[in-house]
Protein backbone atom coordinates (compact mmCIF):
# COMPACT_ATOMS: atom_id res chain seq x y z
CA UNK A 1 0.00 0.00 0.00
CA UNK A 2 2.91 2.04 1.01
CA UNK A 3 4.15 1.31 -2.44
CA UNK A 4 1.51 2.32 -4.37
CA UNK A 5 1.19 5.94 -2.88
CA UNK A 6 4.65 6.69 -3.21
CA UNK A 7 4.23 5.48 -6.96
CA UNK A 8 1.17 7.73 -7.56
CA UNK A 9 2.50 10.85 -6.04
CA UNK A 10 5.91 10.36 -7.88
CA UNK A 11 4.02 9.71 -10.95
CA UNK A 12 1.48 13.03 -10.05
CA UNK A 13 4.49 15.16 -9.73
CA UNK A 14 6.72 14.13 -12.73
CA UNK A 15 3.86 15.11 -15.08
CA UNK A 16 3.22 18.19 -13.32
CA UNK A 17 4.98 21.58 -14.64
CA UNK A 18 5.72 24.60 -12.82
CA UNK A 19 2.69 27.23 -12.55
CA UNK A 20 3.01 29.85 -14.68
CA UNK A 21 0.65 32.84 -15.39
CA UNK A 22 0.88 35.13 -18.59
CA UNK A 23 4.13 36.77 -19.73
CA UNK A 24 5.04 33.25 -20.96
CA UNK A 25 7.47 33.91 -24.28
CA UNK A 26 5.98 33.50 -27.44
CA UNK A 27 2.21 34.51 -25.90
CA UNK A 28 0.30 37.34 -28.14
CA UNK A 29 -1.82 39.53 -26.36
CA UNK A 30 -5.15 41.77 -27.31
CA UNK A 31 -6.94 44.38 -25.69
CA UNK A 32 -6.90 48.18 -25.27
CA UNK A 33 -5.23 50.83 -23.27
CA UNK A 34 -6.65 54.83 -22.10
CA UNK A 35 -4.58 57.51 -20.77
CA UNK A 36 -5.54 57.87 -17.26
CA UNK A 37 -6.53 61.74 -17.72
CA UNK A 38 -5.35 63.71 -20.89
CA UNK A 39 -2.55 64.71 -22.41
CA UNK A 40 -2.08 68.54 -22.60
CA UNK A 41 -1.02 69.82 -25.67
CA UNK A 42 1.01 73.17 -25.93
CA UNK A 43 -0.04 76.14 -27.66
CA UNK A 44 0.84 76.10 -31.18
CA UNK A 45 -0.05 72.28 -31.40
CA UNK A 46 -3.09 71.68 -31.80
CA UNK A 47 -4.60 75.61 -30.59
CA UNK A 48 -3.69 77.22 -27.78
CA UNK A 49 -3.34 74.27 -25.50
CA UNK A 50 -5.97 71.22 -25.91
CA UNK A 51 -6.66 67.79 -24.24
CA UNK A 52 -6.82 65.15 -25.24
CA UNK A 53 -7.35 61.59 -24.49
CA UNK A 54 -5.34 58.95 -25.77
CA UNK A 55 -6.42 55.46 -25.81
CA UNK A 56 -7.34 52.52 -28.26
CA UNK A 57 -7.03 48.97 -29.69
CA UNK A 58 -3.88 47.29 -28.36
CA UNK A 59 -1.62 43.94 -29.47
CA UNK A 60 1.36 43.10 -27.65
CA UNK A 61 4.19 39.90 -28.19
CA UNK A 62 5.41 38.69 -24.92
CA UNK A 63 9.11 37.06 -25.68
CA UNK A 64 9.62 36.22 -22.19
CA UNK A 65 12.11 38.74 -21.29
CA UNK A 66 10.85 41.57 -22.98
CA UNK A 67 7.32 42.43 -24.45
CA UNK A 68 6.72 44.80 -27.47
CA UNK A 69 3.35 45.89 -28.75
CA UNK A 70 1.24 48.58 -30.72
CA UNK A 71 -1.78 50.89 -30.55
CA UNK A 72 -3.95 52.68 -32.52
CA UNK A 73 -6.49 54.82 -31.79
CA UNK A 74 -8.30 57.96 -32.29
CA UNK A 75 -11.25 60.22 -30.73
CA UNK A 76 -13.82 62.13 -32.56
CA UNK A 77 -15.49 65.14 -30.72
CA UNK A 78 -18.59 64.97 -32.20
CA UNK A 79 -17.88 67.84 -34.90
CA UNK A 80 -16.30 68.50 -38.26
CA UNK A 81 -12.60 67.84 -39.00
CA UNK A 82 -11.63 67.46 -35.15
CA UNK A 83 -10.75 63.39 -34.99
CA UNK A 84 -7.81 62.97 -32.98
CA UNK A 85 -5.43 59.89 -34.34
CA UNK A 86 -2.51 57.92 -33.12
CA UNK A 87 -0.31 55.60 -33.53
CA UNK A 88 2.32 53.98 -30.90
CA UNK A 89 4.72 51.39 -30.46
CA UNK A 90 6.61 50.45 -27.04
CA UNK A 91 8.77 48.22 -25.79
CA UNK A 92 9.56 46.92 -22.18
CA UNK A 93 12.75 45.23 -20.78
CA UNK A 94 10.82 42.73 -17.73
CA UNK A 95 13.40 44.13 -15.02
CA UNK A 96 11.04 41.76 -12.56
CA UNK A 97 9.15 38.57 -13.14
CA UNK A 98 6.82 36.75 -10.73
CA UNK A 99 4.58 33.83 -12.06
CA UNK A 100 1.59 36.33 -11.39
CA UNK A 101 3.00 39.63 -12.39
CA UNK A 102 6.24 41.72 -14.08
CA UNK A 103 8.47 45.04 -14.08
CA UNK A 104 9.50 46.52 -16.97
CA UNK A 105 11.35 49.39 -17.92
CA UNK A 106 11.26 50.84 -21.22
CA UNK A 107 9.03 53.35 -23.61
CA UNK A 108 6.61 53.96 -26.35
CA UNK A 109 7.12 55.84 -29.47
CA UNK A 110 4.07 57.34 -31.32
CA UNK A 111 2.79 59.41 -33.91
CA UNK A 112 -0.75 61.67 -32.87
CA UNK A 113 -2.87 63.66 -35.61
CA UNK A 114 -4.68 66.38 -34.12
CA UNK A 115 -6.76 69.09 -36.07
CA UNK A 116 -5.25 72.57 -35.79
CA UNK A 117 -7.36 74.87 -37.97
CA UNK A 118 -6.44 78.48 -38.83
CA UNK A 119 -8.35 80.83 -40.85
CA UNK A 120 -7.31 80.02 -44.40
CA UNK A 121 -7.63 76.29 -43.85
CA UNK A 122 -10.05 74.43 -41.66
CA UNK A 123 -8.61 71.31 -42.16
CA UNK A 124 -5.50 72.45 -41.09
CA UNK A 125 -3.90 69.30 -39.02
CA UNK A 126 -0.48 68.62 -36.82
CA UNK A 127 1.40 65.67 -36.21
CA UNK A 128 3.32 65.34 -33.37
CA UNK A 129 6.03 62.84 -32.57
CA UNK A 130 6.18 61.73 -28.93
CA UNK A 131 8.31 59.34 -26.92
CA UNK A 132 7.29 58.00 -23.79
CA UNK A 133 9.64 56.93 -21.42
CA UNK A 134 8.70 54.92 -18.45
CA UNK A 135 7.65 51.84 -16.52
CA UNK A 136 5.18 49.55 -16.57
CA UNK A 137 3.86 47.02 -14.28
CA UNK A 138 1.86 44.12 -15.33
CA UNK A 139 -0.51 42.10 -13.07
CA UNK A 140 -2.23 38.93 -13.91
CA UNK A 141 -5.38 38.31 -13.04
CA UNK A 142 -6.13 34.98 -14.48
CA UNK A 143 -3.34 33.18 -16.31
CA UNK A 144 -3.79 34.82 -19.98
CA UNK A 145 -5.29 38.68 -18.87
CA UNK A 146 -3.26 40.92 -17.75
CA UNK A 147 -3.57 44.42 -16.04
CA UNK A 148 -1.23 46.78 -16.65
CA UNK A 149 -0.20 50.42 -15.35
CA UNK A 150 2.14 52.59 -17.04
CA UNK A 151 3.95 55.88 -15.87
CA UNK A 152 6.71 57.92 -17.32
CA UNK A 153 6.94 60.69 -19.10
CA UNK A 154 6.29 62.47 -22.71
CA UNK A 155 8.85 63.89 -24.73
CA UNK A 156 6.85 65.88 -27.79
CA UNK A 157 7.84 67.33 -30.83
CA UNK A 158 5.19 69.19 -33.37
CA UNK A 159 5.44 68.59 -37.02
CA UNK A 160 7.74 70.27 -40.43
CA UNK A 161 4.93 73.53 -39.32
CA UNK A 162 7.55 74.01 -36.23
CA UNK A 163 9.30 72.54 -33.69
CA UNK A 164 7.85 72.39 -30.02
CA UNK A 165 9.61 70.07 -27.44
CA UNK A 166 8.01 70.03 -24.02
CA UNK A 167 7.86 67.48 -21.15
CA UNK A 168 4.80 66.16 -18.36
CA UNK A 169 4.34 63.17 -16.65
CA UNK A 170 1.79 60.71 -18.06
CA UNK A 171 0.14 57.46 -17.21
CA UNK A 172 -2.27 54.76 -18.80
CA UNK A 173 -4.06 51.67 -17.99
CA UNK A 174 -4.88 48.88 -20.11
CA UNK A 175 -6.17 44.94 -20.44
CA UNK A 176 -4.89 42.04 -22.71
CA UNK A 177 -6.23 39.18 -23.17
CA UNK A 178 -2.89 36.62 -24.18
CA UNK A 179 -3.32 33.63 -26.21
CA UNK A 180 -0.27 30.73 -26.21
Not at 76 to 98: A, E, K, M
Not at 134 to 140: K, S, Y
Not at 141 to 161: C, M, Q, R
Amino acid sequence: MRRTITLAAMLVLATTGAASAGGQGGSIGVGAEFGLGASFLPAGAGGGGTAVGEGGASMNYDAGKFHVGGALGFADGGGSHDTVYSLSGRFYYHVHSTAMSDFGVGGTLGILSIPNPVATDQNNRDTLLFIEPGVQIRAFVASNVALSFTIGFVLGAVDASGTLIGGQTTGSAGIHYYFF
